[in-house]
């Protein structure tokens, strides 16, 4: 499938500035992220740094439950925590009464030590081995997601030997295009993922005989970065439509978990309307009578988070290249997606100077390590700070330590204050564990 990108003009620096309200630019202070200078946080921590804004986070959160409120359909919330797993940020989710929603154990260890309880989390994904699944029901876990008729034999096997009822929900593939990025869209016959919908009736039937579960429902993930309700409304009028007839069949169906992929402007691109998400879903699901969950991720942290860097050097060899401190290594999603991220320098000053395009690229040794292509920025000399927009999802999580690049440190912005929440990492740190065998 083609890249699906927003491709529209790129927009300026003021426009990108005046779309998103956690964001000022003070005549002194410079960038200003939820009324906090950045270049107070690139001062005392340096750069690179990801930051990330907790009343953006609580706002956003608000908003998805209270778009469902407005509608009267209660929404369980369950986090998507691939999307940012720091402790921190699912601490403060967690505050704001959401789940999870995790895809390994790791995940799941990260989200119940942040205070999630297991009864609260919902497992998800193509490839949960025993030993995962064996730790996630021995601690209580709420929900599995199964993805394969072969899953739910492992699960019904791990949940017998532990002598506890597993709940699981059928992932059903409805084969619709969410029309987003090949990478990352989920929802084709041809992904990976899910059960097929002609395969279903069969496989609830199974699971519902075995021992060891409960089967509870049925789940849906599309995709990533969806902007359109419209192919979300074709795979829940198929979800709906699964309901009804397993009901027909005597099963019992309570739940319909309807994903996540809420897409987000990152080019000032119209993001997925809560509201309309919320309207669209309750006219789907009118009185069918299910408990609905869903898992966003990218739609609760993308906005909220950034990458600071700073300008290495400019080099001007027929074309202007501004060389970063901040690499692909840190933020992948342009090397892997071709995606596009707003760059504001944080001088005040810069954004009266000529603008003249740039390719923005970190210093790492790979074509691909480059943040924007042709971009209209001002001159901007070494030393000079820039923020990298809407980095909170798929971010940090995503990040390796290629070319023997330690990781960079964290901080969390909050009323007014900001707090270290994960250190730089130490350069011996990356050694830690290898062994040079003495012969
Ligand atoms: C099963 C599942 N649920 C939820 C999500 C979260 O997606 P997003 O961050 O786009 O909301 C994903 C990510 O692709 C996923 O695979």
Redesign the pocket.
Known sequence: MADMNFTGPDPELQDLLASRPQLEMHAQDGLCFEGVPLNSIADQYGTPVWVYGAETIRARYASLHNAFAAQGVPIHIHY?V??NDHLAILNLLHKQNAGA?V?SIGEFLRATKAGIAAKNIVY?GVGKSEAELETALAAGIGQINAESAEEVEMISTVASRLGVIASIALRMNPDVDAGTHAK?T?GLAENKFGIAAQDIPAIYARSSSLPGLQVVGIAM?IG??ILSTEPYRLAYEKGAAMVRALRQTGQNVEVLDI????GIGYQDEPGLSPDAFATMVRRVTNGLDVKLMM?????LVGPAGLLLGSVILQKRAGKRFVVLDAAMNDLMRPAMYEAWHGILPLDPTAYRSAMSPADVVGPICETADQFAKNRALPDLKPGNRVALLDAG?YGAVMSSTYNARPRPCAVLVDQGGFHLITKRQEVQALWDGEIVPST
């Not at 994903?259 to 809420?262: K, V």
């Not at 898992?295 to 739609?299: N, Q, S, W």
């Open positions: 998507a691939k999307a929603d895809v998800s990352i989920t993930h990533s970065q994903g996540g992929g809420l898992e966003p991720g990218r739609y999802a």
